[in-house]
């Protein structure tokens, strides 16, 4: 999913789906990432340059949970702010970028991408699945 989708993904979760009369900008995130090893559910640390390709994006797993920051995070991608890579240059993006997932900002394990934003009504939260292609 690029940047854009998944924004609109999480701004589509409605006060109706929620039982609330707030959006979701105030649910926790889950991460689920099925990856060769088996699966991880996580937080994240942040949005920044990938090791795999530094001119494109990446959200990195972490202990964050907070749906507002990661909401912050996207925007910033999607304005063009730029970014330093891992091993140097400066980047922008765009809304239209995917987002690649890693465990860790100092690891490349291979393309793991976003398939999927929703609210899990029984956990409270919203779920955001990534598989390791």
């Not at 109706?16 to 088996?38: C, H, M, N, R």
């Not at 956990?123 to 955001?128: G, Q, T």
Request: charged residues 20%.
């Amino acid at each position: 999913m690029n940047i854009n989708d998944i924004i609109e993904a999480i701004h589509d979760i409605n006060s109706s789906e929620l039982d609330q009369s707030w959006g979701a900008e105030y649910l926790p995130v889950k991460i689920i990432f099925t990856t060769d090893d088996g699966v991880i559910e996580s937080g994240f640390d942040g949005i920044d340059s990938w090791r795999g390709a530094y001119n494109e994006p990446c959200l990195f797993l972490g202990d964050n949970s907070s749906s507002k920051d990661l909401l912050k995070e996207l925007y910033m991608v999607q304005s063009g702010s730029g970014y330093t890579g891992y091993k140097g240059g400066h980047f922008s993006y765009s809304g239209d970028y995917d987002l690649n997932v890693e465990t860790a900002c100092n690891t490349y394990s291979g393309e793991g991408h976003i398939d999927l934003v929703y609210f899990d009504g029984a956990r409270k939260c919203i779920i955001i699945t990534c598989t390791k292609t």
